[in-house]
């Protein structure tokens, strides 16, 4: 059966936060069987401990979840490539080892991607200092709001900079996007020199898409 959402975490000594961020996706509304947790080790120096914890929850969840193991660091875009190519569901999406979702989050991207067949759909995250957060709720957003890329002019000016209701300029990074996985099959890969403050202006830099902020 062929997966709803294919995450990808990139690994790299995460061995005291990641069992937080796996559980958050593991414990998704929108049901472990629909999704593709790509867990890649990008050559961890904590003696292995961070790549037990993926191969025990690849373990407990073989039909879910994905190791990949690299023997040399690839950095942030380059790590994402290697879990793109491991990628088979309909929609991508990346998630970093500290951070997580709220346990409703991939249910309301998904629904709302099919539902006005968007490309790209935007979220909203907060900055938090620890990892005490339960993550059982999501806040509304001001609105929902749709954009077609079409032309050049409108995609030029999202581009240059965040507008009212978007924030898909140079400034906006790729964790907070739901994304068809053809874009990055079909269109274009991660340039590998971008580290983690990755901006999004390159997705559609090569095509017109729609994108939809909830």
Same mark, same amino acid.
């Given at each position: 059966?062929?997966?709803k959402?294919?995450? $990808?975490?990139?690994?790299?000594?995460?061995?005291?936060?990641?069992?937080?961020? $796996?559980e958050?996706?593991?414990?998704?509304?929108?049901?472990?069987?629909?999704i593709?947790? $790509?867990? *890649?080790?990008?050559?961890s120096?904590?003696?292995?401990?961070?790549?037990?914890?993926?191969?025990?929850y690849? #373990?407990? !969840?073989?039909?879910?979840?994905?190791?990949?193991?690299?023997?040399?660091n690839? #950095?942030?875009?380059?790590?994402?490539?290697?879990g793109?190519? !491991?990628?088979g569901?309909?929609?991508?999406?990346?998630?970093?080892a500290?951070?997580?979702?709220?346990?409703q989050?991939?249910? *309301?991207?998904?629904?709302?991607?099919?539902?006005?067949?968007?490309?790209?759909?935007?979220?909203?995250?907060?900055?938090?200092a620890?990892?005490?957060?339960?993550?059982?709720?999501?806040?509304? /957003?001001?609105?929902?709001?749709?954009?077609?890329?079409?032309?050049?002019?409108?995609?030029?000016?999202?581009?240059?900079?965040?507008?009212?209701?978007?924030?898909?300029?140079?400034?906006?990074?790729?964790m907070?996007?739901?994304?068809?996985?053809?874009?990055?099959?079909c269109?274009?890969?991660?340039?590998r020199?971008? /580290?983690?403050?990755?901006?999004?202006?390159?997705?559609?830099?090569a !095509?017109?898409?729609?994108?939809?902020? $909830?």
């Open positions: 059966m062929k997966k959402i294919s995450v $990808i975490v990139p690994c790299y000594n995460a061995a005291n936060y990641l069992p937080w961020c $796996i958050h996706l593991i414990r998704q509304t929108i049901g472990v069987e629909n593709e947790i $790509i867990l *890649v080790d990008d050559a120096t904590d003696d292995g401990a961070t790549m037990e914890l993926m191969l025990a690849e #373990k407990q !969840y073989p039909e879910s979840v994905i190791v990949v193991s690299l023997e040399q690839r #950095k942030q875009g380059g790590v994402r490539n290697v793109i190519s !491991y990628a569901g309909e929609y991508l999406m990346f998630c970093d500290d951070d997580w979702l709220a346990f989050a991939m249910e *309301v991207l998904y629904n709302t991607a099919v539902q006005y067949n968007a490309d790209v759909v935007e979220y909203r995250y907060e900055a938090v620890d990892h005490t957060e339960t993550g059982e709720k999501i806040e509304q /957003g001001n609105g929902s709001h749709f954009k077609d890329l079409s032309d050049d002019e409108t995609k030029r000016k999202i581009l240059m900079a965040s507008t009212e209701n978007f924030s898909f300029g140079c400034m906006r990074k790729i907070f996007l739901l994304m068809q996985r053809s874009i990055f099959i269109r274009r890969r991660i340039p020199c971008i /580290g983690i403050g990755m901006p999004t202006s390159w997705i559609m830099q !095509y017109g898409c729609f994108l939809w902020k $909830i």
